[in-house]
């Protein structure tokens, strides 16, 4: 990346107790271990990773609404966590969010309007007569007529929500927008045209995207970047198209072989999932977390923890097998499975007809 990236993420830090009932606090886990990002304006990186890999609380860390335990955050220059009250509030107009479920995420009392206009009101940008026309504008901008401006997020569907979700997010027409799982909990036939929504506005308003997601096709599909996360750390990073033809951690990988292909008919086929269950972020495995689960994995990954280098020029990765993984002859979108289970995998496992029903439900 050439001239200062927006934001700046380095060595980010945020662990939770594990609630352990009556006795209090518990063994600590480690949700994000030492991240470092960056982001260009307006740019779009994509965060994917199994469920518990941390991008909620990574995307939540970087606007400080959880308060990270260590590391730097430089937003346009400024040490976001050196900032305290009303200057931390100001910073909050040029970075925002839009959560997964927009049901819980929006105030079941409080009109559209009031929802809306909430983010102009309290930084004193617009009140009265201009409130509203801003209101009915950013409405019309995320395809809703100005009229639901009096109605409550109950009268709405699902993809309706969302679309309130986004336009109380950009009301203050934001720099940043860390979008976690933005669509996950809508219906598949809606999630096309809330991607498409954001698509079109990131264009319009050149506004930066943390686009975080389980789904690494749909990623792919918007972001300019990829970074996978594992367990609290970011494993590989790099260009998305890289992402998908040179992976170079065998997490990746896996990731992309568990994707299924844009055509359903083959998608049975072709999707694997990975094999063995995340590890808890309580309970990191020695060396490289990903070994127990790695065919690749050696003497070495068992013992020392890769650190994430440049394995080409924008492509990051952690492992120390990175040359031999990105070697092996690998098509995501044409041949057959990665070699993903060379070495362990049962046969019965690996072929597609005995794939557990939890994969095969497309
Ligand atoms: N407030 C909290 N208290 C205790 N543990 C937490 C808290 N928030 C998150 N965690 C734990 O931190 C880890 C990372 O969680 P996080 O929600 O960031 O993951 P995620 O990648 O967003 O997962 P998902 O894909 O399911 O949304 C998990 O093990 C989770 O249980
Ligand atoms: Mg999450």
Redesign the pocket.
Known sequence: MTAQPLLEVRGLRKA?A??TGLFGRGPL?R?VDGVDLDLAAGEVLGLV?E????????GRAILRLVEPDDGAIRFDGVDVRALRGRELRRLRRRMQIVFQDPTSALNPRLRVRALVGEPLLVHGLARGRALRDRVAELLEEVGLEPSAMDRYPREFSGGQRQRIGIARALALRPDFVVLD?PVSSLDVSIQAQIVNLLVELQRRHRVAYLFIA?DLALVAHLADRVAV?YLGRVVEQAATRTILDRPAHPYTRALIAATPPPDPRRARARRMPIPGEIPS?IDRPAGCAFHPRCPWADARCREQDPPLVAVAEGHLAACHRADEVQSESFDATDSGRPPLHRPTAKPSTARPDTTPGKETDR
């Not at 469920?51 to 990574?58: A, C, I, Q």
């Open positions: 939770f594990a609630s886990v949700a990773g469920s518990g890999s941390g991008k909620t609380t990574l799982e389980h996360m972020p």
